[in-house]
């Protein structure tokens, strides 16, 4: 007989997700994901001004903040057909960078590397064990037996008074856990690390945006001058700031997070590295363009679809077809006009809250019904998966010189095949090659913003097309972002100057959604289909796979029994 489990709210995302998994001999035999929280912007920006409809969504995540704030501005120029000026683009490119480094790295460290790493066990651990094994894969330079010794002392002062503070209530000592002490003090230093390292690089935000999270937009361009000898410019002094900053990252990104990932990879790969695939569809939108948003082809990440897994075809994705994407509703608490079973675009989408049957439950879903707050978004009637992974795989099947060569340089030194980035470790694998990547891409952009300055091009702004009054009546526009967690799109309607429509198909959307009317599981509820576990009520197995795909909201993790009794409580990172 099959065992239900609740896990509510599990994910690290803004507001909760809520997972029931049903177990039968070990193994999860089905999965329900289900967004438990209301995301009403849509509705809030109706009847607003469109150049400011970016302070709004900016709003909608403080974590991959300006992600939001970036896709509205692309979106409001497509539709009134601005082109920004080459700088605006090259520093909206250094955001999205600092962005995506500091944002995969606290992935890694602090939300994930603690379903890998047991912090309790680093305090069995031989110090000069850790220093011989850190100097072995790494030449950073904080690895000396003394360095370890202080963190282990640390780690040891937590438990001692009863209080592990941000390692609290993990689950430590699962059987799950494989790495040897020594590796899991490395790890703990490195988490410590990280946290200082991320607060450094998000200063490139302030620096081209005023502040962090949420730093500013503008449509037309960035809302900062570069004058090299003004003070309240981008002047040279900022901009050897900013340089700088990725120096520091790439050295971290190089020396301690890569190492670190193929470290922990090589202790789980006979097992993860086939657990938690999941679907066999990717998408990617692709990003950081690098000569003009209208030319997909010079984007850095590629765009394109990949189906059932199939390397040798890349399928074209057109955002603006209205048979490409499709929203539908039918297992998720909204209503459509047209019904529940029709799939709508989102420039015809519709954030509808008139549906009046069961909401959300206190034990088990009815999964008869409807039971999410979130849409499903399909692509061409495909389910698909969207993150790091999907990116790395588009570029790796195109034949992108630099993901053969990081993904390759992978493969090589776990020993595995290709197959096993299809997993739950491949995953997590992918978002730490994808930011070895963009360390490299952001010295880039940085330079040829430096050359476009030499050169005596100063423009970060077009004005064109400002002013309403050269607006057409009615007018849609879509713009796209890989966001670090995958494929974003918001979709807008301008009539008579104001936003009739706006619609976000965000990634989360993509991989947390509910079933679709034919019954197709999304990413989420696919990827724990066979999943073993070990203790139903420590189901640390399920925050791996889950975790892998970044949801990103710190949150507490309840165990219900079938009464709604809580038996279990964690907090999870």
């Known amino acids: 007989m099959a065992e239900r489990i609740v896990i509510d709210p599990i994910t690290r995302i803004e507001g909760h997700l809520r997972v029931e998994i049903e177990v039968r001999d070990g193994k999860i035999t089905d999965a329900y994901s289900a967004g438990t929280m209301v995301r009403g912007i849509e509705t809030i920006l109706k009847g607003r001004d469109p150049r400011d409809a970016w302070a709004f969504v900016g709003r909608v995540c403080g974590v991959c903040t300006s992600t939001h704030s970036l896709t509205s501005v692309r979106t409001v120029e497509n539709a009134l057909g601005i082109t920004i000026p080459p700088n605006a683009e090259l520093i909206r490119n250094l955001m999205a960078n600092a962005l995506y480094i500091q944002d995969h ?8 590397a603690l379903d890998w790493v047991d912090v309790v066990s680093a305090l069995k651990a031989d110090p000069a064990e850790s220093s011989r094994i850190a100097q072995s894969i790494s030449s950073w330079p904080k690895s000396s037996t003394g360095y370890f010794t202080d963190i282990q002392k640390k780690i040891k002062n937590f438990v001692e008074s009863g209080q592990l503070g941000i390692f609290a209530n993990g689950y430590w000592g699962h059987p799950a856990y494989k790495l040897p002490s020594e590796v899991n003090l490395i790890a703990v230093a490195h988490y410590l690390e990280s946290l200082e390292m991320q607060k450094e690089l998000v200063k490139v935000h302030t620096i081209f945006g005023g502040k962090n999270p949420h730093p500013n937009y503008l449509v037309g361009g960035v809302p900062c001058a570069i004058n090299i000898e003004e003070a309240n410019a981008l002047n040279a002094e900022r901009f050897a700031a900013v340089g700088r900053y990725f120096e520091d990252a790439k050295t971290f990104v190089d020396q301690v997070y890569i190492p670190d990932l193929l470290a922990i ?9 086939s657990i938690g695939g999941g679907l066999s569809n990717y998408l990617s939108f692709g990003d950081f363009p690098a000569n003009g948003y209208d030319n997909p082809d010079s984007f850095k990440m590629p765009r394109g679809a990949i189906l059932d897994r199939d390397l040798t075809n890349i399928h074209e994705v057109k955002t603006d077809a209205p048979d490409e994407i499709q929203e539908f509703i039918k297992n998720s608490w909204y209503s459509y006009s047209k ?10 989408g519709e954030t509808s809250f008139n549906y009046t049957g069961p909401k959300p439950p206190y034990d088990h879903l009815d999964v008869s019904q409807k039971y ?14 969207v993150g790091p992974l999907s990116r790395m795989l588009v570029g790796y099947a195109i034949g992108r010189p630099e993901y053969r060569e990081v993904i390759e340089f992978a493969l090589k030194t776990l020993d595995v095949p290709v197959t096993a980035l299809f997993s739950t470790l491949g995953r997590t694998a992918a978002r730490g090659l994808e930011t070895k990547l963009t360390c490299d891409w952001a010295l880039g952009f940085y330079k040829q913003l430096l050359t476009n300055i030499k050169n005596g091009d100063t423009r970060t702004q077009n004005n064109a097309k400002w002013e309403p009054d050269s607006w057409p009546e009615t007018a849609k526009g879509v713009g ?17 100057k104001k936003i ?3 619609q976000l198909v965000v990634p989360t959307t993509w991989n947390a959604s509910p079933r679709d009317p034919q019954g197709k599981r999304s990413a989420y509820e696919e990827s724990l289909i066979g999943t073993p576990v070990a203790d139903p009520k420590i189901p640390l197995e399920v925050l791996r796979t889950i975790h892998s795909f970044d949801p990103c909201l710190a949150c507490a993790v309840h165990l219900y029994d079938e009464n709604g ?3 279990h409580e964690a907090i999870t990172y």
């Open 265 to 273: 990879a090589s202790f789980y790969k006979n097992d993860w590295g």
């Open 105 to 112: 790295v606290v992935h890694f460290y602090v939300l994930h």
């Open 480 to 496: 796209m972002v890989e966001a670090p967690r995958g494929a974003l799109s918001h979709f807008i309607v301008i009539k008579d």
């Open 372 to 385: 999410s707050w979130v849409k499903t978004p399909r692509w061409k009637g495909n389910p698909m998966e």
């Open 339 to 348: 019904g529940d079973d029709a799939g709508v675009h989102p420039w015809e």
């Open 565 to 567: 009794n809580t038996i």
């Open 500 to 502: 009739e429509n706006y």
